[in-house]
Nanobody, 115 residues
Framework: QVQLVESGGDLVQPGGSLRLSCAVS????????MRWYRQAPGKQRELVAASTSGGDTDYADSVKGRFTISRDNAKNTVYLQMNSLSVWDTAVYYC?????????WGQGTQVTVSS
């Protein structure tokens, strides 16, 4: 049974930083691409960052240079370091794994950027 559990969301002021974590069980993340998505109120879920098993990363244009995705395969955990946060980053952030035609999602963690 694949489970993804996000944590680290919080209320932060503009310009601040947060680090999200996604603890994964049921699979070894070392062989899979792992992704972070976000969904703001009234908007569609969007891809934020991806990390492949080979070590490549990719980012949405809106977060390039500010967000960093990383993984600790030994801990089976994926991270999203978010710097220079703006109000436009406010959303629920979800961890994702796509395995054998099935999307697995965590419950999400709320990030609110506000002064």
């Amino acid at each position: 049974q694949v489970q993804l559990v996000e944590s680290g969301g919080d209320l932060v002021q503009p310009g601040g930083s947060l680090r999200l974590s996604c603890a994964v069980s049921g699979i070894a993340i070392s062989i899979y691409t792992m992704r972070w998505y976000r969904q703001a109120p009234g908007k569609q879920r969007e891809l934020v960052a991806a990390s492949t098993s080979g070590g490549d990363t990719d980012y949405a244009d809106s977060v390039k240079g500010r967000f960093t995705i990383s993984r600790d395969n030994a801990k089976n955990t994926v991270y999203l370091q978010m710097n220079s946060l703006s109000v436009w980053d406010t959303a629920v952030y979800y961890c994702n794994a796509y395995i054998i035609y099935t999307n697995y999602w965590g419950q999400g963690t709320q990030v609110t950027v506000s002064s």
